[in-house]
C-alpha cells in the first residue's frame, strides 16, 4: 500500500493552486470593467454673470453702553455777604424750594459797612458840587443884573457928557482939555464895560463846568446805588428800613442745595462770607466717565435710560447733552478717559445732587 507525505504536497497541486488563483483575479477584473459605466464627459461650468442688483448693506444693528455716573443740578448760585455784619434770621433750609425774591438771610451791616453806605447815599463831592453850582449861579445873576446895567449906564453917562463938552467946544464955551478928558473918561466906560462881559462869559463857562461834573458825580452816585440796592437787596430812598439793615434773596426759583454751619443767628460774618448756595432741580444732569472706545460710539442727542441706586424702581429717559472733546487724564501711559454729561427731567423733584446711578445708552452699530 502506497505512503503519503502530507508535510510535502505535490508540485501537481501546488501548480494547479496557483491558476485557480490568477483565474479568478481575471474573472474580478472581468466583472469590474463590465459593470463600471464609462463617466461621461462634462463641459465646464458657464461664467458666472456679473450681478447687476447691487449688494444690500447689512441692517444696522443697535447695542447698549453702561456707565457709572452722578447727578448734578445744571448750575448752582452761590450766595455771599457783600458786606460784613451781624445775622439777625434766616429763612430757609436745606432742600427748600424758594421762589426768585424770597428773603433768606436778614443781617445787619457792621459799623464799617455802614460808613461806606453812607458815603454812596450822601457822597460829599456831590454836595459840594451843587454848592459850587448855586454859587456860580448867583455870582453870574449879580454880573448880569448888577454890574453890567452899571456900566451899561456909565457908558451912556460918560457919552452923553462927551457930546455936551463937544457942543460947548463948538461954542468956544468949554476947552479943548475938557473935550480930551470926556474922551478918555468915555474909553475907561468902554473898557469898564468889556471887562464885565468878558467876567459874564467867563463865570458862564465856569458855570457850564461845574454842571457837567456835577451830573458826572450825580451819574456815578446813581450807579453805585443800584449797585448797592443789588447787593444789600433793599431800597434806600423813600424807605422807612434803618440804613445798617440789608437782606439776602434768591436770585433764581430753585432749591436751596446748601446752607453753612457758620451760618447762625447773631454770628457776625465777615464780607464776602458763602453763606448758601441754591439751583434749579428741573432738569438735572448725569456725569459719567467714559473710555476712549465708548465715547467714539456716542453722538450728542443720542438716547438712554438712568436707573439710581437709591430709586431702584424708576427708570428716567435720558438723552447726551454733552461730549467734550478734552480727556480727563491727558497722560500718555494711560487710556484716555472722558466726561460726559446726560440730561434728563426732574419732574418727581425725587433726583438730588450727588447721587449715583446707571446710565445706558442706546447706540447704532
Same mark, same amino acid.
Given at each position: 500500500m502506497p505512503q503519503f507525505d502530507i508535510n510535502r504536497p505535490r508540485p501537481r497541486l501546488k501548480t494547479l493552486g496557483v491558476m485557480l488563483a490568477s483565474l479568478v483575479t481575471l474573472v474580478s477584473i472581468a466583472l469590474l470593467v463590465v459593470t463600471h459605466k464609462p463617466k461621461k464627459a462634462e463641459s465646464s461650468p458657464p461664467p458666472v454673470k456679473a450681478a447687476i442688483v447691487p449688494q444690500i448693506a447689512d441692517a444696522k444693528s443697535e447695542a447698549e453702553i453702561i456707565f457709572r455716573g452722578k447727578s448734578f443740578s445744571v448750575f448752582q $448760585?452761590?450766595?455771599?455777604?457783600? &458786606?460784613?455784619?451781624?445775622?439777625?434770621?434766616?429763612?430757609?433750609? /436745606?432742600?427748600?424750594?424758594?421762589? /426768585?425774591? #424770597?428773603?433768606?438771610?436778614? &443781617?445787619?451791616? #457792621?459799623?464799617?459797612?455802614?460808613?461806606?453806605?453812607?458815603?454812596?447815599? &450822601?457822597?460829599?463831592?456831590?454836595?459840594?458840587? @451843587?454848592?459850587?453850582v448855586y454859587e456860580k449861579k448867583i455870582t453870574? #445873576?449879580?454880573?448880569?443884573?448888577?454890574?453890567?446895567? !452899571? $456900566?451899561?449906564?456909565?457908558? #451912556?453917562?460918560?457919552?452923553?457928557?462927551?457930546?455936551?463938552?463937544? +457942543?460947548?467946544?463948538?461954542?468956544?464955551?468949554?476947552?479943548?482939555?475938557?473935550?480930551?478928558?470926556?474922551?478918555?473918561?468915555?474909553?475907561?466906560? +468902554?473898557?469898564?464895560?468889556? /471887562?464885565?462881559?468878558?467876567?459874564?462869559? +467867563?463865570?458862564? /463857562?465856569? !458855570?457850564? $463846568?461845574?454842571?457837567e461834573d456835577l451830573k458826572f458825580v450825580e451819574d456815578k452816585r446813581k450807579r453805585d446805588l443800584d449797585l448797592l440796592e443789588f447787593q444789600t437787596r433793599r431800597p434806600y430812598e423813600n424807605s422807612d428800613l434803618p440804613v445798617e439793615v440789608a437782606f439776602l434773596k434768591a436770585p433764581i426759583s430753585g432749591q436751596v442745595l446748601w446752607l453753612s454751619p457758620d451760618l447762625r443767628v447773631n454770628a457776625e460774618q465777615v464780607a464776602g462770607f458763602l453763606a448758601l448756595a441754591i439751583a434749579p432741580t428741573n432738569p438735572m444732569v448725569v456725569r459719567c466717565k467714559v473710555h476712549e472706545l465708548d465715547l467714539v460710539k456716542l453722538r450728542t442727542g443720542d438716547r438712554g435710560t438712568v436707573i439710581f441706586d437709591a430709586i431702584p424702581d424708576k427708570k &428716567?429717559?435720558?438723552?447726551?447733552? @454733552?461730549?467734550?472733546?478734552?480727556? @480727563?487724564?491727558?497722560?500718555l501711559e494711560v487710556p484716555a478717559d472722558y466726561e460726559i454729561e446726560c440730561l434728563l427731567e426732574n419732574g418727581d423733584g425725587k433726583i438730588k445732587d450727588g447721587l449715583t446711578c446707571n446710565v445706558k445708552v442706546s447706540v447704532t452699530q
Open positions: $448760585r452761590k450766595m455771599v455777604l457783600p &458786606y460784613g455784619g451781624e445775622i439777625l434770621s434766616i429763612d430757609a433750609k /436745606e432742600g427748600q424750594p424758594v421762589n /426768585e425774591d #424770597d428773603t433768606l438771610v436778614k &443781617y445787619k451791616l #457792621d459799623r464799617q459797612a455802614v460808613i461806606n453806605v453812607t458815603g454812596i447815599l &450822601y457822597p460829599s463831592q456831590v454836595l459840594d458840587l @451843587r454848592n459850587a453870574l #445873576d449879580k454880573l448880569k443884573k448888577v454890574s453890567l446895567s !452899571l $456900566r451899561k449906564i456909565e457908558l #451912556d453917562k460918560a457919552q452923553q457928557e462927551l457930546n455936551d463938552i463937544r +457942543q460947548l467946544h463948538s461954542k468956544n464955551l468949554a476947552e479943548l482939555e475938557a473935550v480930551k478928558t470926556g474922551e478918555r473918561q468915555l474909553e475907561v466906560a +468902554q473898557k469898564q464895560l468889556l /471887562e464885565i462881559k468878558e467876567s459874564i462869559k +467867563q463865570a458862564e /463857562e465856569s !458855570l457850564t $463846568r461845574t454842571q &428716567y429717559p435720558c438723552k447726551v447733552s @454733552r461730549i467734550p472733546w478734552v480727556s @480727563r487724564n491727558p497722560a
